[in-house]
């Protein structure tokens, strides 16, 4: 199964007034904006995940930011060191390979279901900490007052790298205007007013977050740099990676290797947006393999001379952490609604965190 793309322009168009054709009809313009939103509703709902198309985002801004984070990547381990914060729980700087630990590894309940699965839909099973390195970049304003401080801490920026803060601010703040606008585009179909999430979205804990896996060291068919796991935050986007390998599944337990077409972003839905849906888009599982294709883009990368490191150009947006988490609008009247009881966001984000580290040292990731 190909997963759909929307192209973002025409929303982002009627969203400009000033844009809008004036000979077009008002009722013509709301209806097309209505289809438009229930399209991407619609597919979030049923398959947690969405291939935007957004003219602000380019393929060029994205190779921008992975050349650099490449650069970084292939630095000396010692150099990465540095910008580690464990007494800030990774939510800044780096985390090292081996940190981080997928919930499918240590949570029984999770691996009983996994067993239940068809073995042709079934996740690679990981041998212990994912081997992949972390940045964890804030995106965007923070509170001045908040209960939840270390998740907003100040960001880390490595020596030697003078367009660090230009580079991750800018792929950062272009994907969070995406997110915003799926963000509108959803809460319309669903039948909610136009800001129900965006709202809840300003000064969110967002963090640019792309991984490094080393194909040097770790590229042999059937290596998992990121177990079985669903994302905690809001809504997930990636950037095109260089190297295949991310594998998701969709709501009805199919399993599809995601293909990214050049220019576009994947989204994936989170535990924030179930919890503010109660239940209406569910939480999209996913995990990160080396695979044959893997191994072919290794293999092409080598003989072009080219970095060997696998980055994931991913952003994690946030519910500000001191909003509250709970069914809205309509979605308040579901049966199951029960489910998802009032939680500050922050709470939410530091229970999910604990579960995995009771058992293990770090989340599989935000």
């Known amino acids: 199964m190909e997963i759909p793309v929307i192209d973002l322009s025409r929303y982002l168009a009627i969203a400009d007034t000033s844009s809008i054709d004036p000979d077009k009809p008002s009722g013509q313009i709301e209806e097309e904006l209505g289809v438009l939103c229930r399209e991407v509703s619609r597919i979030l709902s049923e398959t947690g995940a969405l291939v935007v198309k957004d003219p602000r985002c380019t393929a060029e801004d994205n190779d921008r930011f992975i050349d650099m984070m490449e650069k970084y990547f292939e630095k000396p381990a010692d150099f990465k060191l540095l910008q580690e914060r ?159 390998g991310l594998n998701i599944w969709l709501r009805n337990g199919q399993k599809v290797e995601v293909k990214v077409p050049l220019g576009c972003l994947l989204i994936q839905t989170g535990k924030q947006i179930e919890w503010l849906t109660a239940g209406g888009c569910i939480a999209g599982m996913h995990e990160v393999v080396v695979t044959k294709r893997t191994i072919d883009a290794i293999r092409l990368a080598s003989e072009q001379n080219r970095s060997l490191w696998r980055v994931s150009s991913t952003l994690f947006s946030h519910i500000a952490s001191d909003a509250v988490l709970k069914p809205l609008g309509h979605f308040a009247e579901s049966p199951l609604a029960k489910k998802y009881p009032p939680i500050p966001a922050g709470e939410f984000v530091e229970q999910e965190l604990s579960v995995i580290n009771l058992k293990g040292n770090k989340e599989e990731s935000l």
């Open 86 to 244: 464990p007494h800030l729980h990774y939510q800044v700087g780096v985390t090292p390979e081996g940190v981080e630990v997928p919930r499918s590894f240590v949570d029984e309940e999770m691996q009983e279901k996994l067993k239940a699965m068809p073995e042709e839909f079934r996740p690679s099973t990981p041998k212990g900490p994912d081997p992949k390195w972390r940045y964890m970049w804030r995106v965007g304003p923070r509170p001045s007052n908040t209960r939840f401080k270390e998740l907003n801490s100040e960001p880390v920026i490595p020596e030697g790298f003078p367009e660090w803060k230009d580079t991750m601010d800018s792929w950062g703040c272009k994907m969070i205007a995406a997110i915003q606008a799926v963000a509108e585009m959803a809460a319309i179909g669903f039948g909610l007013s136009k800001d129900a999430f965006t709202s809840l979205m300003k000064q969110g804990p967002h963090l640019l977050a792309p991984t490094g896996s080393d194909l040097r060291r770790y590229g042999q068919e059937g290596t998992v740099f990121a177990g079985y796991h669903y994302d905690l935050n809001f809504l997930t986007i990636h950037g095109r990676s260089r190297f295949p």
